[in-house]
């Protein structure tokens, strides 16, 4: 039996990864840049890298690996990574054994499908049997646990709980539909929101000055501040994404009846300017006796949630 | 190991039950009137009748019932059962068992759930590992099966897809939310889209003849006629089901990405007339990949859905 794996959560911009024990307790970390803009070649190598470097001294041959993107986790394929140059239908488990010169037992699954598994096995959901994981970030993802395993579908592309439609007529979005949770819940919505506003040369708010210019992921941080120094347009933006999140939570807790929905992601953190209006409008949609039993937590783990998932799948995996 | 069970499936109306088999072929059946306006005891008494002539000849000790209600399959009460007159927190399993003076072993469940699980096992998703029903009645329900098991989620009431949300203001659901794709897919959503056109004097349609003092379950087969008839009111009523029903799978083709969706219940039968929307409006919402995989089929087994279903459950519980 295998005492203890490497968990691997790669991002646009950074690569962590942590030897992992089977109590979950990280024995060793690293966290560089995944240079996922420079290749597919790149951050093969910058995987190598951190292996060779945190598994030394240990007999590691089990790694968990977690990738922003449409996974092809029975062939160990990135079957589409828009964040990762040249990675679609790229045989990373293979290649990355190629690159090691080794026989590891690699398992590799979608980012916050493994965030999911993380919050489950050490975060927030620690002690339930059933959960769904929404990331609010850039995007909105998704991870769905029923009874202690990941339910990622026929393809693996389940969890999908940033493109459940909201409202039919709404904002388009990435994907291509219109109104999804994603418009109104993630970082790219607000900016959104906040620019919709701004064409209204009348609305006074301090947003004007404060979001020129600024990167979207940190337009959130932006109007969480202006909301609690009493902007209020900055805090009817946080009430939309509450009234929205709600809705999905009232779909999604009649759908599958689970025990908790934990919520996470940079998005997340404005948590007090959001929730009421979401757990409001999830309560006068769902039905009752799955509303009562459902708890909605923050999530716990933060950046290490992806580790310790990834490290996780490693564990359930087959020796 | 046991060689045949009973499955049996309770309606408002009918009370059907059956022999089954391992392989799922049904030897004996009875169909009475359920009688269950007239209370639980005279459900019970009707029960008794079925299971004991159906039986008759037979050692049989395993039984499936389905019931339309929230069930808590685990301690076998009838949590709650709108349909049934006084079976509210009713112990099914051990009163059946009183009356019947026996000690077998008695598995309920959601009626809808059974369904779903009959048509996965016998059915249209005969080969499939996941699937979802759909039952388009006077209600909408729905049930729920992952890998040949149904999710019941934590209290028995997960698949309650008749109460996704599709238009958050639109119409109001008989659960108090509003805009359920039960408010735009069912008998009763049909009727209120009649009503709603008739208010509207100068609307021509032959529906204004044809649905007066009709009941709510003969309405959509009315609609239906009207429809193949030229009525283009009646026509559109049905792309107006399409579209609702559209939008709701492809919020369940993102989220559960799962083999195969059946559509089944009395409103389906006008298959040809929605079908066609449901198709196009699910293909332009939903992510490709687990839109391309899912096949969305009519449902197979009709009534038999239900106590094949039930027959199903008994025979995967323990002996």
Known sequence: ????????????????????????????????????????????????????????????????????????????????????????????????????????????????????????????AKDVKSMLMITMGTGVGGGIVLDGKLWTGADGTAGEIGHITIYPHGAKCNCGNYGCLESY????????????????KSLDTVLRKTTANVHVEDIPRIVTEAAVSGDEFSGSIWHRVGVALGIGIADLVNLLNIEMIVIGGGVSNAWDLFIGAALKEASARALRAPMKTVKIEQAYLQDDAGILGAAHLSLQSPE
């Open 1 to 124: 039996m295998r005492d203890k794996v490497i968990g691997i959560d790669i991002g646009g911009t950074n690569l962590r990864g942590a030897v992992v024990d089977r109590e979950g307790v990280i024995h060793k970390r690293m966290k560089i840049h995944s240079e996922a803009d420079r290749g597919i070649d790149k951050l093969i190598d910058n995987l190598a890298v951190c292996i060779t470097d945190i598994s030394q001294g240990e007999k590691i041959k089990d790694i968990g690996i977690g990738i922003p993107g449409i996974i092809d986790s029975k062939n160990g394929i990135i079957t589409q990574a828009p964040n990762i140059l040249n990675a679609n239908d790229y045989p990373l488990r293979s290649a990355l054994n190629d690159k090691l010169g080794k026989d590891l037992n690699i398992v590799i699954e979608n980012d916050a499908n493994n965030a999911a598994l993380g919050e489950w096995w050490m975060g927030a």
């Open 185 to 200: 819940a993630s970082a790219t919505a607000i900016r959104r929101m906040v620019h919709e506003g701004l064409d209204d």
